[in-house]
T-cell receptor
Framework: DTGVSQNPRHKITKRGQNVTFRCDPISEHNRLYWYRQTLGQGPEFLTYFQNEAQLEKSRLLSDRFSAERPKGSFSTLEIQRTEQGDSAMYLC???????????????FGPGTRLTVL | SQKIEQNSEALNIQEGKTATLTCNYTNYSPAYLQWYRQDPGRGPVFLLLIRENEKEKRKERLKVTFDTTLKQSLFHITASQPADSATYLCALAGNNAGNMLTFGGGTRLMVKP
């Protein structure tokens, strides 16, 4: 399978714990996005990377959220001191940006469903 | 603020009919508009992309229109099948550096045999 993969698929944690999710994009894709989706809503953009550079992070929901893509391949999203309101599906997407003026569709992974008790 | 509206009520149609879903937006000038399909507990699956200078795009039984004057896109599934039952998401992207997507809330389609 050469699609976007995410691990774990499900995570149950207690309030106050830290959690980390991993995303492996499609191999030739240089852009990687993180979104959050709550029940009955569309995905909400959080942050994105162009190769290893995080170019937009102002939409991260709070300073408890952070993301990395150290080698420009896989990425991790960490939530510190989780709260019940963090319960949601966390989605990763990737795309191939060939030039500044080009645009290619984003392909999504299966998501990680987080439940904070 | 930017707003994307999709009919939050489920659309129920009979197998073989054409399903038409609507996406309206305000306070936005998107360069690209996409439609995704999402099944319960799964990530969105890309279906079609249409650019601001395109009026219509087709792929097999799917057709998308994009009217930048009305600020509206219509998504059609012809000869609908029960397997088409899912939630369909409209997503817009601008020409900003990141091309991040802004999604509507989705419309659930139910195709009855």
């Amino acid at each position: 399978d050469t699609g976007v993969s995410q691990n774990p698929r499900h995570k149950i944690t207690k309030r106050g714990q830290n959690v980390t999710f991993r995303c492996d994009p499609i191999s030739e894709h240089n852009r990687l996005y993180w979104y959050r989706q709550t029940l009955g809503q569309g995905p909400e953009f959080l942050t994105y990377f162009q190769n290893e550079a995080q170019l937009e992070k102002s939409r991260l929901l709070s300073d408890r959220f952070s993301a990395e893509r150290p080698k420009g391949s896989f990425s991790t999203l960490e939530i510190q001191r989780t709260e019940q309101g963090d319960s949601a599906m966390y989605l990763c997407a990737s795309s191939r940006q060939l030039a500044v003026s080009s645009y290619n569709e984003q392909f999504f992974g299966p998501g990680t469903r987080l439940t904070v008790l | 603020s930017q707003k994307i509206e999709q009919n939050s009520e489920a659309l129920n149609i009979q197998e073989g009919k054409t399903a038409t879903l609507t996406c309206n937006y305000t306070n936005y000038s998107p360069a690209y508009l996409q439609w995704y399909r999402q099944d319960p507990g799964r990530g969105p699956v890309f279906l079609l992309l249409i650019r601001e200078n395109e009026k219509e795009k087709r792929k097999e039984r799917l057709k998308v229109t994009f009217d930048t004057t009305l600020k509206q896109s219509l998504f059609h599934i012809t000869a609908s099948q029960p397997a088409d039952s899912a939630t369909y998401l409209c997503a817009l992207a601008g020409n900003n550096a990141g091309n991040m997507l802004t999604f509507g809330g989705g419309t659930r389609l139910m195709v009855k045999p």
